[in-house]
Nanobody
Framework: QVQLVESEGGLVQPGGSLRLSCAAS????????MGWYRRAPGKERELVADITSGGNTNYLDSVKGRFTISRDNAQKTVYLQMNSLKPEDTAVYYC??????????????WGQGTQVTVSS
């Protein structure tokens, strides 16, 4: 009923930039919070950033000042602009959204994950 489709990640040199996008589709009535999580090898999943439908944002301390989350409500898309990337940003990044469907069902949905590797 709902799909979250992420853009491809990639290999980036330290100090480089990358923008991820995630588009939601399906029988969507409304989307509340949208966000990005990541899981690095051997580590637990962590919230990188999220954004409410009103534009309020929240960031992991280690990415503040380097990453920017934004969204286009009309396009049901969330973006993550990542600048000044560091090797420790290497992880699989997952899009997440709290969605209400037209049938009244609400739920938390996930993208398929995209690999971001920061290495020289």
């Amino acid at each position: 009923q709902v799909q979250l489709v992420e853009s491809e990640g990639g290999l980036v040199q330290p100090g480089g930039s990358l923008r991820l996008s995630c588009a939601a589709s399906g029988s969507i009535f409304s989307i509340n919070v949208m966000g990005w999580y990541r899981r690095a090898p051997g580590k637990e999943r962590e919230l990188v950033a999220d954004i409410t439908s009103g534009g309020n944002t929240n960031y992991l301390d280690s990415v503040k000042g380097r990453f920017t989350i934004s969204r286009d409500n009309a396009q049901k898309t969330v973006y993550l602009q990542m600048n000044s990337l560091k090797p420790e940003d290497t992880a699989v990044y997952y899009c997440n959204a709290y969605i209400q469907l037209y049938n009244g069902v609400t739920g938390r949905f996930w993208g398929q994950g995209t690999q971001v590797t920061v290495s020289s």
